[in-house]
């Protein structure tokens, strides 16, 4: 929503239909701003998500534990108590799908199977699988990976690609193959 708020008109290729299931989530100090700054606080709220003001960590053995609170930083870059949420993912998630095709992303539903690469190593864009099983190669200019640590390209030197495909050719989408 950020790149949407810069001129820039992200495509988000996503594999998974919404609502999906996921873990709870307990966000950090800092989600906890960014969702302010993109104006989501009210709506943590009316959705009644807990508020977390820190959390208690606990030792390897179970033996020892301390507590860490939630802090994120000011506009001079200092340290402060802050709160932030725990969410039921498969809600946020899909509010923040929603929230950000309402501000102009292009939501595409489909797979990125492999990285195209240039000569010289860069990511020029995808092959995406798209839900009939037919394939194509979409280049762009910047692609962005959010597929997270459990992908198969996180574990390799091959750049990750799977969830979201940002492209901008004088600031809005551009497909080519």
Not at 86 to 91: A, C, G, P, T
Not at 155 to 172: A, E, F, G, K, Q
Request: glycine content about 8%; charged content about 30%.
């Amino acid at each position: 929503m950020f790149l949407i708020r810069e001129g820039i008109k992200p495509i988000i290729l996503e594999q998974e239909a919404f609502p999906r299931f996921h873990i709870g989530e307990s966000n950090t100090g800092e989600s906890g701003q960014v969702l302010r700054r993109l104006g989501f606080e009210d709506e943590m709220v009316k959705r009644e998500y807990p508020v977390k003001h820190g959390v208690r960590v606990f030792g390897t053995s179970g033996a020892t534990s301390w507590y860490v609170r939630v802090s994120s930083r000011g506009k001079e870059w200092k340290l402060s108590d802050s709160t932030t949420w725990q969410v039921r993912r498969s809600d946020f998630d899909t509010m923040m799908l929603k929230e950000a095709e309402a501000r102009g992303a292009t939501v595409m539903p489909g797979t990125a199977t492999k990285p195209l690469l240039a000569d010289d190593g860069a990511v020029r864009g995808v092959t995406v699988r798209w839900p009939d099983g037919k394939s194509e190669d979409i280049e762009t200019q910047v692609v962005i990976d959010c597929s997270g640590s459990r992908q198969p390209f996180s574990r390799t030197n091959v750049p990750p690609v799977r969830n979201i495909l940002v492209t901008m050719t004088n600031r809005s989408p551009s497909f080519r193959k």
